[in-house]
């Protein structure tokens, strides 16, 4: 009396995964990014599941952080785009949030601020990403003003990002790497770039501080093979299970739009899943999933509940056959590249709709 379909979250992999990323740098602090509902698994469970190890998150917006706060999470909380309204700041000192400064009218709004205690401060120097942070040639003058301020607590940890880490050939992250050490105002301030990417393929980068987001749900950033790659497992499966098997005749067609045509007789599954639990629609015919264990390739168009599957090439499908999406077998980043996006994307859309099995 269930519809089979779910998504799995595999706590000890999150666990894994985030212990790998200390290990790559063991000199730093890593802060585990659970933005975006955690990528899409869940934000308060996987706080819950890094509590002992973790010694501080990074979120988006203090929406996420209050939720976090909610539920119990006392550890410090980096909002990692600031602030999108003065309002947010007294809220940020009282709930122990930290702010990233990105831009000189948080800068002022901060220092203009009435709170009853300081509140933590990052500031983000943008080395060549051009889409937040303070230009290097502005940074001396505005942190100054923050750190005469007595809402900003001591200890201003210095941040910036990186816009092709993932590109293992790309020579721009060195040159970011080189440019934010130029402008550091001075040299034992501490600061924090690496991101997943960086924190797997760019030992240099490593900070006082690192924010591992996207390795930590187990797929690799990463544009090639490395060896960083092997310590990751996947946390995030998305299954379900056959609810329909027919036979089409050659020159029949299947779904809507009737996009596909049989050309042998074939042997036709439907799932419960589509794009309504945040499967993509446009992915195409060609796009793999595995059933009972074996790869079959999704034919037609995908509904918004359901999703058909070629099984004529595989044996013992049946009604009730598990079929899984992605997972620990069939990575994300590999449904991806059918689909012309990345693994990033994939996870972290998936709605609300579909329950969460935590094991
Ligand atoms: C999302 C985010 C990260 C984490 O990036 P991943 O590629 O998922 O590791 C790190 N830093 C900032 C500022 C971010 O917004």
Not at 79 to 105: H, N, R
Not at 165 to 187: M, V, Y
Not at 306 to 317: N, P
């Amino acid at each position: 009396m269930t519809r089979p379909s779910h998504i799995q979250v595999n706590l000890q992999a999150l666990r894994n995964n985030y212990q790998w990323a200390c290990e790559l740098a063991p000199q730093s602090k890593t802060m585990a990014i659970i933005k975006a509902d955690a990528y899409g698994h869940g934000a308060v469970a996987c706080a819950r599941a890094l509590d002992d190890l973790a010694p501080a998150y990074g979120v988006a917006c203090i929406e996420e952080a209050l939720q976090l706060r909610q539920a119990g999470i006392n550890k410090p909380i980096l909002l990692l785009e600031g602030i999108f309204t003065d309002d947010e700041i007294a809220t940020a000192a009282e709930q122990d949030l930290w702010m990233m400064v990105e831009d000189p009218w948080q800068v002022d709004a901060i220092v203009n601020a009435k709170l009853q205690q300081p509140v933590q401060v990052w500031t983000k120097m943008d080395t060549g990403m051009h889409r937040l942070g303070l230009a290097p040639f502005r940074l001396p003058e505005l942190l100054a003003k923050l750190q005469a301020s007595p809402n900003v607590c001591n200890g201003i940890v210095m941040a910036s990002h990186f816009a092709c880490a993932d590109e293992l050939s790309n020579d721009f992250t060195r040159q970011q790497i080189a440019l934010f050490h130029s402008h550091l105002p001075s040299p034992d301030m501490p600061f924090s770039l690496a991101n997943s990417a960086a924190i797997m393929a760019w030992p240099e980068s490593h900070g006082h501080w690192n924010r591992a987001g996207f390795m930590l749900y187990g797929n690799t950033p990463l544009d090639a093979e490395h060896d960083s790659n092997l310590g990751l497992t996947p946390v995030m499966s998305l299954n379900s299970s056959v609810i329909s098997l027919r036979q089409v005749a050659v020159g029949e067609a299947v779904g809507y739009g009737q996009l596909w045509k049989a050309q042998r007789p074939s042997i036709i599954a439907t799932v419960a899943m589509g794009y309504a639990d945040g499967y993509p629609r446009h992915a195409s015919t060609g796009t793999p999933v595995l059933i009972n264990g074996q790869r079959a390739p999704i034919i037609g168009r995908v509904s918004m509940d359901m999703i058909t599957i070629d099984v004529t090439d595989l044996s013992g499908v049946c009604l009730g056959s598990p079929v899984c999406f992605w997972g620990h077998d069939l990575n994300a980043n590999e449904v991806a590249s059918h689909i012309g996006t990345i693994g990033y994307e994939l996870i972290t859309r998936m709605g609300q709709r579909l329950p969460k099995i935590y094991v």
